[in-house]
């Protein structure tokens, strides 16, 4: 059997240690790095013009700026095909609520814990500027 039809007859099989990054397309980089930096606190990796690169645990999150393609007016929609949402993990449901109260805090809208009934497990829920879907989720 040859490589290919067994690749085929399984699948590829990726051999991966996981999310790399993740890119998210921004129509104000200054307003997102404001967002994810000075108010989530997110560690900045890298700046560079028109991307800002910060740590989310062991993930990179890339926020580009819009470009020259990027449509007037445009917005985040997660109903269309692309990104749903991000849901970062969690493993303690002390540091759920302590992030769901310091949302509350600094203003940012949140759904607070929430329980997600298909999974059964813990989550808080918020939208970034762009209206970008995230949750910090029990793993």
Request: aromatic share 8%; proline share 6%.
């Amino acid at each position: 059997m040859s490589a290919a039809s067994l690749a085929t007859e399984q699948g590829i099989r990726f051999q991966t240690s996981g999310v790399h990054h993740v890119a998210l397309r921004s129509t104000d980089l200054a307003r997102s790095r404001v967002f994810y930096i000075e108010r989530l606190g997110f560690p900045v990796l890298l700046e560079a013009p028109g991307v800002l690169i910060f740590g989310a645990g062991p993930s990179a999150i890339v926020v580009l700026g819009p470009d020259e393609q990027s449509p007037a007016a445009d917005a985040f929609n997660p109903h269309r095909v692309g990104l749903d949402h991000i849901a970062l993990g969690c493993g303690d449901e002390g540091e759920l609520r302590r992030v769901a109260n310091s949302l509350d805090a600094a203003g940012i809208e949140n759904t607070g814990v929430k329980r997600d009934p298909t999974l059964g497990k813990n989550y808080v829920a918020f939208k970034d500027p762009d209206g970008i879907a995230w949750e910090l989720y029990m793993a």
